[in-house]
């Protein structure tokens, strides 16, 4: 991340004032070059760069324009328009006035990593890792714990509902699972650090002296399957009507033109078909959905797979009951969200996960149009 300096009054065009960012049609040329002029010579505060690489971005431009015309790379980019998006959420939520100050002119690393929070915690978990000085490794390190305690609209028996005994439960966990003594020490410390209950204090000192290990239930593995013949590749084909047929519905009839990897086609509206084989975890999908994702994007992915690898991940939104053994997409936000729930979820399940199909490796794109090549 570029070094963010004091914070200073901004140069830009006073249409990107914090909260009044331009939409794409109303951007001028004018406005982007002050813009980029802003980025280059980093005038303000990240908070602005943030929202200027953003509208940059809804201008038209690519991220690697952007890096060539400021110097800010586009993960530096990323970061700072969703750590910007989280300032904006936070300040809504009602943060503090000194957390509010801070985080203007330093910490986007710490906002960026509350972007699985749901809105309407931030503002507590900003508060809280600014009253406890945390950075942004101490945030990434505790901040799935905070949203995981939130998810339950009763906190766990002896914990209230804080961020300070949300941050010690996660620790009081990872502590009765750990049989290295040091290492179970070190975390009992840190629950006691942030725990704000004097109930919860209690529960995390008896294990100073009860040390049964808690075994950590392991997630489970992910249903990857990869297309590995032509018979596991069908071919899609839009359906024209019933004969007899109007010639006018045969030609209304749009094209298919499929795309790779997958061969998905689409169609002249908001509408797409798949092929995926007659597998039988599809035959038994009551209302399979599609999703196309990459694979770094998964929840606990095998790192032996890259991560920028195109999947299609398939969804049965029929499937809402939980149990331990699936992963379940739910609502985050107005966001779809993908993961695995340890225990029942107070939030709605709309799907479980059935399938994530990989592309077919071809190793000759050419071979399947040769028509002169046989098997001997």
Same mark, same amino acid.
């Given at each position: 991340?570029?070094?963010?300096?004091?914070?200073?009054?901004?140069?830009?065009?006073?249409?990107?004032?914090?909260?009044?960012?331009?939409?794409?049609?109303?951007?001028?040329?004018?406005?982007?070059?002050?813009?980029?002029?802003?980025?280059?010579?980093?005038?303000?505060?990240?908070?602005?760069?943030?929202?200027?690489?953003?509208?940059?971005?809804?201008?038209?431009?690519?991220?690697?324009?952007?890096?060539?015309?400021?110097?800010?790379?586009?993960?530096?980019?990323?970061?700072?328009?969703?750590?910007?998006?989280?300032?904006?959420?936070?300040?809504?939520?009602?943060?503090?006035?000194?957390?509010?100050?801070?985080?203007?002119?330093?910490?986007?690393?710490? /906002?960026?990593? $509350? =972007?699985?929070? #749901?809105?309407?915690?931030?503002?507590?978990?900003?508060?809280? %890792?600014?009253?406890?000085? +945390?950075?942004?490794?101490?945030?990434?390190?505790?901040?799935?714990?905070?949203?995981?305690?939130?998810?339950?609209?009763?906190?766990?028996?002896?914990?209230?509902?804080?961020?300070?005994?949300?941050?010690?439960?996660?620790?009081?966990?990872?502590?009765?699972?750990?049989?290295?003594?040091?290492?179970?020490?070190?975390?009992?410390?840190?629950?006691?650090?942030?725990?704000?209950?004097?109930?919860?204090?209690?529960?995390?000192?008896?294990?100073?002296?009860?040390?049964?290990?808690?075994?950590?239930?392991?997630?489970?593995? /992910?249903?990857? $399957? =990869?297309?590995? #013949?032509?018979?596991?590749?069908?071919?899609?084909?839009?359906? %024209?009507?019933?004969?007899? +047929?109007?010639?006018?519905?045969?030609?209304?009839?749009?094209?298919?033109?499929?795309?790779?990897?997958?061969?998905?086609?689409?169609?002249?509206?908001?509408?797409?078909?798949?092929?995926?084989?007659?597998?039988?975890?599809?035959?038994?999908?009551?209302?399979?959905?599609?999703?196309?994702?990459?694979?770094?994007?998964?929840?606990?992915?095998?790192?032996?797979?890259?991560?920028?690898?195109?999947?299609?991940?398939?969804?049965?939104?029929?499937?809402?009951?939980?149990?331990?053994?699936?992963?379940?997409?739910?609502?985050?936000?107005?966001?779809?969200?993908?993961?695995?729930?340890?225990?029942?979820?107070?939030?709605?399940?709309?799907?479980?996960?059935?399938?994530?199909?990989?592309?077919?490796?071809?190793?000759?794109?050419?071979?399947?149009?040769?028509?002169?090549?046989?098997?001997?």
């Amino acid at each position: 991340m570029p070094a963010t300096p004091p914070d200073s009054q901004s140069k830009a065009d006073a249409a990107l004032e914090i909260g009044n960012i331009p939409t794409a049609q109303a951007t001028t040329q004018e406005t982007i070059d002050t813009l980029q002029s802003q980025l280059r010579r980093k005038e303000g505060n990240w908070v602005e760069w943030g929202k200027a690489c953003q509208t940059l971005q809804k201008a038209g431009m690519m991220p690697q324009a952007i890096f060539e015309a400021t110097g800010f790379e586009p993960i530096q980019q990323n970061q700072l328009i969703v750590a910007a998006q989280v300032f904006d959420s936070m300040i809504a939520g009602g943060v503090s006035e000194a957390a509010r100050v801070h985080y203007q002119t330093r910490g986007s690393d710490s /906002l960026y990593e $509350f =972007r699985i929070l #749901s809105q309407d915690i931030r503002a507590a978990a900003a508060d809280f %890792a600014f009253s406890n000085g +945390l950075d942004s490794e101490q945030v990434r390190d505790i901040v799935k714990g905070l949203r995981d305690f939130s998810y339950s609209d009763k906190p766990p028996v002896g914990f209230e509902k804080t961020m300070g005994d949300a941050a010690a439960y996660h620790y009081w966990r990872l502590a009765r699972q750990m049989s290295d003594l040091q290492a179970r020490s070190r975390l009992i410390a840190q629950s006691l650090r942030f725990v704000t209950s004097v109930s919860a204090r209690s529960k995390i000192e008896q294990l100073l002296t009860d040390f049964t290990v808690v075994s950590a239930k392991a997630a489970p593995r /992910l249903p990857i $399957f =990869r297309l590995e #013949s032509e018979v596991d590749s069908p071919v899609i084909v839009p359906v %024209a009507g019933q004969l007899p +047929l109007p010639t006018a519905d045969y030609k209304a009839v749009p094209a298919v033109e499929p795309e790779e990897p997958f061969g998905m086609v689409k169609f002249a509206g908001t509408g797409a078909w798949l092929p995926v084989p007659g597998w039988q975890v599809m035959l038994k999908a009551e209302d399979p959905i599609a999703l196309l994702a990459e694979y770094g994007q998964l929840p606990n992915p095998p790192n032996e797979v890259a991560k920028t690898e195109p999947v299609m991940v398939i969804i049965d939104r029929a499937k809402r009951q939980w149990d331990e053994f699936s992963y379940f997409v739910y609502d985050a936000d107005g966001q779809l969200g993908l993961r695995w729930f340890e225990e029942a979820p107070q939030t709605t399940l709309l799907g479980g996960l059935i399938l994530i199909m990989r592309p077919q490796k071809i190793l000759d794109q050419n071979y399947s149009h040769e028509y002169w090549q046989i098997d001997e």
